[in-house]
């Protein structure tokens, strides 16, 4: 039974790595169907959301079957909490960038984005998918050093996002208001999307040192 | 023991109530500080984050205790299971209305709403409120029929938030995109509020007949 019971928590990490990759992938597909105007990517970006939700029910049922049979306690037990709401955090990434897409989507074949962006959204898809990844790997080896750094590129997504504000707000601005608020919507997902990755290693932590984030105290 | 068991998880459910509480009159005095321009009340809603923030690591840490020493199975199971779940989306509702009251405060002493908008943001502060209203009495009965109901609620968001679209988009729109991006902000802080109110009404669904939601299988 102790076997049985450590093959499953094993694996519900294991899971949770997974789930972030299908996070990861659908970030790096709706920035490209962002970047190309693909309307091909971005749909099969959208039909990933199916295998996003159902990781995350299938996740929760699982978990819900440890705690119910198995009453774990200390480490085990933090896990398991600190796992159900990674995997809400990882849901609502994978959301996140089907969000992206589903605008690549509705303004195609037009891009969605003016010339003076591109760069830039370039950039905040190339530091979310590398914060995912980074995610990914805290989950499987809960290296808290990992999970810190994690922090440093949130700021870095933070620059990014402000950069976004002073280009659309400058006078002179000559892609009018629908653009901009294209824009506007873009980055808070992005920078969404990185908050919570910001917020699995804050979790990863927890379950390392035992200790409730600070900030939340 | 047991007497002592269903106390907690009695005290469990009405600090759930308790923090909605505390979501909900955030936005509440956060819409009033959006309308007025009063950057007092903008203040005061600000200061509340700690008291929501704080509300959220104790519920945490006592479920963490219930669940640790108490191994609770079925219905009780599945109440810890979901409060954690429910706890994040009440905390994020408080993050949400502060949101609006720090751009009322970035923006002070000018309004951040120019008029042709004023009453939209009226509007959706009250159905926002309303909603959480409806929460907060949702988690204290465990009433299915009143948590299915917050979803007509949330289509009422939803046709706001598009009006927003509307009005902004409209050629002619005079008051140039930096009034536009705070508009789109603000609309989408509002109708993620209005989302969390009913993924916490679906929790309860799940509660009372035992069923993940459909829309994650």
Redesign the interface.
């Known amino acids: 039974m102790r076997e049985q019971y450590n093959v499953t928590l094993g694996t519900l990490a294991a899971d949770l790595a997974s789930m972030c990759g299908l996070a990861e992938a659908a970030m790096e597909s709706a920035t490209r169907a962002l970047l190309t105007a693909d309307l091909a990517v971005a749909e099969h970006t959208i039909s990933g959301r199916e295998a996003i939700?159902?990781a995350?029910?299938d996740w929760?049922?699982q978990?819900?079957g440890v705690?119910?049979l198995q009453?774990p306690?200390?480490l085990d037990?933090?896990i398991?909490?600190s796992g159900?709401?990674i995997v809400?955090d990882l849901q609502r990434m994978g959301g996140l960038a089907i969000h992206v897409a589903e605008l690549a989507r509705r303004r195609h074949p037009a891009h969605v984005l003016p010339v003076e962006v591109e760069r830039v959204f370039a950039e905040m898809g190339r530091v979310a998918v590398e914060q995912a990844d980074s995610t990914r790997k805290v989950l499987l080896s809960r290296d808290a050093e990992l999970a810190a750094e994690l922090q440093t590129k949130d700021e870095a997504m933070d620059e990014l996002h402000r950069s976004l504000?002073t280009l659309?707000?400058a006078p002179g601005?000559p892609h009018g208001?629908?653009a901009?608020?294209d824009i506007?919507?873009l980055g808070?997902f992005y920078e969404r999307f990185s908050d919570h990755t910001v917020e699995v290693a804050e979790r990863v932590i927890f379950l390392v040192t035992g200790e409730?984030?600070s900030?939340?105290?």
């Open positions: 939700d159902r995350a029910a929760e049922h978990a819900f705690l119910a009453s306690v200390a037990l933090r398991m909490v159900l709401h809400a504000f659309t707000s601005w208001i629908p901009a608020v506007t919507l808070r409730f984030r900030d939340e105290t």
